[in-house]
């Protein structure tokens, strides 16, 4: 695999982004999932010289964000920063945040 690491701030992209790359390695090599939704391999043809760039593990990861407090793991800065902060039920106290669905009440 020539090691190209893509970060997606949309789990869905990134999503689409695997299942694009595994459709097309598919069409040449065999592909075996080593954990399945995480990570894959792509294994090179068995009369092959060389490794071909395509072949090797694929693996999706989820960059998650520490609190600071207490260290659980968040899906964003805003949420990990509002874990141990009470202020996250007011909006207006988190810097940063223009995402107009956190004025509406769940
Ligand atoms: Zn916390």
Wanted: hydrophobic fraction near 25%.
């Amino acid at each position: 695999m020539s090691g190209i690491r893509e970060t997606f701030t949309d789990n869905a992209e990134a999503r689409q982004d695997i299942a694009r790359r595994l459709r097309s390695a598919r069409q040449r090599y065999d592909v075996t999932t080593l954990t399945p939704g995480e990570e894959w391999e792509i294994l090179e043809p068995e009369d092959s010289q060389m490794v071909p760039d395509a072949c090797g593990t694929l693996t999706l990861r989820r960059q998650t964000f520490e609190c600071r407090e207490c260290g659980s793991k968040h899906d964003t800065k805003e949420e990990a920063y509002a874990c141990c902060t009470e202020a996250y039920d007011d909006p207006e106290e988190l810097d940063d945040v223009d995402d107009p669905e956190l004025d509406e009440e769940a």
